[in-house]
């Protein structure tokens, strides 16, 4: 009966990472139906919020949401934390899906979107945190690094959810029904997802580390205590999540684009080389987990920093001249499972860094410092590159970046033996 209660716990916890991601690829694939809906390009406002609402849910809100949902699980609890970032998820989903367009509300159209996005933003932001500590928390020392595994499992089933559903309307509907309602089929799944999510949720434990700290007299979660008490653990967070982030933005959301417009494949290509290569990723996680259990954290994230200096440039080159589907399916392989040692148990390494008061607010917090700094620019620096016609400076920006976690996984003590969880 634990062990039972303990996988309802892990799934309810991992499950709104599938939400945040379904949604985040669901606005990105449907943008191109949707936006004549909000932002006509005879309106110079509704374009300018557009912008706005990409700038600030993108490099905005996502510090913003980890550092008061950090803060929040901290103080409220591990389980209080992914219910209301469930919430949010949910709210912005159904906001965008039920949202008039602008020829019936106006400029109010484009206001309600952004806000939407920004409700999301704030749930992306707290909701890796609070699930990062919860499965870890929660897993026991034996499996932390396996169970915690799932939070990129759930990850990655978002983005394969999201891109079925695209194909199955792409086949079901033309693109004036789509262009007309269609489009708000996948915000209201993703609507339902959240609430689904949510109910998995109610049903869920508190971390028994959660508890022992509430009972206890250290000082509370806050940005200062995080800075000022801790100040080694956080910029390591920083430091070892800026290789491990824009290696996975580089190697998964910016691959499909490089495909298409480096290498030349057909976009259905494309998006079927990248389907297999993103569900085999997928499946490898647990196992990484699992390997890291036993053989401890570290050497995965070394083992992911070598190679990833070492293979990031000749994997780009090579992919931007093979004509071969299967030969491009191998490379993106070979990328994604190179970042499988970060990918993998990122999550647990980061939450074995901090006591268990401040625990979500400093994963959370600078794991999205780093991530707005270095993951979410990542597609935006390879685009501009290319743009001025030196997209190989691009290969070796990602392999700078992997040599400076390199540096940090090197000096670092391994936390699955030395880190704060041992008596949990």
Not at 16 to 35: H, I, K, P, Q
Not at 119 to 128: D, K, P
Not at 178 to 196: K, Q, T, V
Not at 216 to 225: D, I, L
Request: aromatic share 12%; charged share 15%; net charge positive.
């Amino acid at each position: 009966m634990i062990e039972r209660q303990r996988l309802k716990s892990i799934l309810g916890g991992s499950a709104g990472n599938l939400v945040e991601w379904y949604d985040w690829y669901a606005y990105s694939a449907f943008t191109l139906y949707f936006a004549p809906v909000f932002f006509p390009q005879s309106d110079d406002i509704a374009q300018l919020l557009n912008t706005a609402a990409i700038f600030a849910v993108g490099f905005v809100m996502r510090p913003v949401g980890a550092w008061v949902m950090g803060i929040y699980a901290d103080r409220r609890g591990r389980k209080a934390g992914l219910a209301l970032s469930v919430t949010l998820m949910c709210a912005g989903s159904l906001m965008i899906a039920l949202t008039p367009g602008y020829a019936t509300i106006g400029t109010l159209a484009p206001v309600l979107l952004v806000a939407a996005r920004m409700m999301q933003g704030l749930s992306v932001g707290g909701e890796y945190g609070a699930s990062a500590v919860y499965l870890s928390e929660m897993a026991g020392r034996r499996h932390r690094g396996f169970f915690s595994s799932f939070q990129y499992v759930t990850l990655i089933s978002g983005q394969l959810i999201a891109l079925c559903v695209l194909l199955l309307l792409q086949a079901l509907l033309d693109r004036p029904q789509l262009e007309a309602w269609g489009w708000r089929i996948p915000f209201l799944i993703g609507g339902a997802l959240a609430i689904a999510v949510f109910f998995i949720r109610r049903g869920i434990d508190e971390t028994k580390a959660y508890e022992t700290a509430k009972a206890g007299e250290a000082p509370k979660s806050s940005g200062s205590a995080l800075f000022r008490l801790h100040p080694r653990a956080a910029f390591t967070v920083i430091a070892l999540t800026a290789g491990g982030t824009v290696a996975f933005y580089a190697y998964s959301i910016y691959m499909q684009k490089f495909l298409e417009k480096t290498a030349g494949f057909p976009r259905e290509t494309a998006t079927l080389v990248m389907t297999a290569a993103l569900f085999l990723f997928m499946l490898v996680q647990p196992a990484a987990g699992a390997l890291s259990d036993r053989i401890g954290r570290k050497p995965l994230m070394v083992g992911f920093g070598i190679a990833g200096m070492l293979g990031t440039v000749p994997i780009f080159t090579l992919l931007g001249t093979v004509q071969s589907p299967l030969a491009a399916f191998a490379l993106v392989m070979a990328a994604l499972l190179i970042v499988t040692g970060y990918t993998s148990i990122n999550a647990v390494v980061k939450a074995e860094l901090f006591p268990p008061e401040i625990r979500a607010l400093g994963v959370a917090l600078p794991y999205a410092i780093a991530n707005t700094a270095f993951g979410g620019t990542a597609e935006y620096v390879a685009l501009w590159l290319k743009n001025e016609g030196v997209e190989a400076a691009f290969y070796w920006y990602v392999t700078a970046l992997i040599g400076v976690s390199l540096v940090v996984y090197l000096r670092m003590k391994d936390t699955r033996d030395h880190g704060t969880m041992q008596g949990e």
